[in-house]
């Protein structure tokens, strides 16, 4: 956390540091630091997708799937071909019980995905 504390310190208008330390912060389980590194990132780079899909999958953490799922389709408004937000918003589509969008999601993430043949 020191490390990214004295970069934003240095340029306070840094939002991959921002999003970094959420992620490093999400690692930690200070889900609710980590999603207001996210918020701090995404003021500064509304378009960041990297930092939405991040955001997206602290809210799930928090079982907040309705804000969860918004931020994966805010990530993917941005990259439309970003697989990790496909491949999480089929998670939290999951986790709400919903498998006939679930299915529609991961069928996109396998479309999307470069690690994937397609046909």
Same mark, same amino acid.
């Given at each position: 956390? +020191?490390?990214?504390? /004295?970069? @934003?310190?240095?340029?306070?208008?840094?939002?991959? !540091?921002?999003?970094?330390?959420?992620?490093a912060?999400?690692?930690?389980?200070? @889900?609710?630091? !980590?999603?207001?590194?996210?918020?701090k +990132?995404?003021?500064?780079?509304? $378009?960041?997708?990297? !930092?939405?899909?991040n955001?997206?999958?602290?809210?799930?953490?928090? /079982? #907040? @799937?309705?804000?969860?799922?918004?931020?994966?389709? /805010? !990530?993917?408004?941005?990259?439309? $071909?970003?697989?990790?937000?496909?491949?999480? #918003?089929?998670?939290?589509?999951?986790?709400?019980?919903?498998?006939?969008?679930?299915?529609?999601?991961?069928?996109?993430?396998? #479309?999307?995905?470069?690690t994937?043949?397609?046909?």
């Amino acid at each position: 956390m +020191a490390s990214y504390d /004295k970069a @934003l310190a240095l340029k306070p208008d840094y939002a991959n !540091a921002y999003s970094d330390r959420g992620i490093a912060l999400q690692d930690l389980k200070r @889900l609710e630091d !980590a999603l207001a590194s996210y918020d701090k +990132a995404l003021a500064i780079q509304p $378009d960041h997708a990297g !930092a939405y899909g991040n955001r997206g999958n602290v809210l799930q953490e928090l /079982k #907040r @799937l309705d804000e969860a799922l918004a931020s994966y389709d /805010k !990530a993917l408004a941005i990259k439309p $071909d970003y697989a990790g937000a496909y491949y999480n #918003r089929g998670i939290a589509y999951k986790s709400s019980g919903d498998w006939t969008k679930r299915w529609q999601v991961t069928t996109r993430h396998w #479309r999307s995905s470069q690690t994937i043949p397609r046909p």
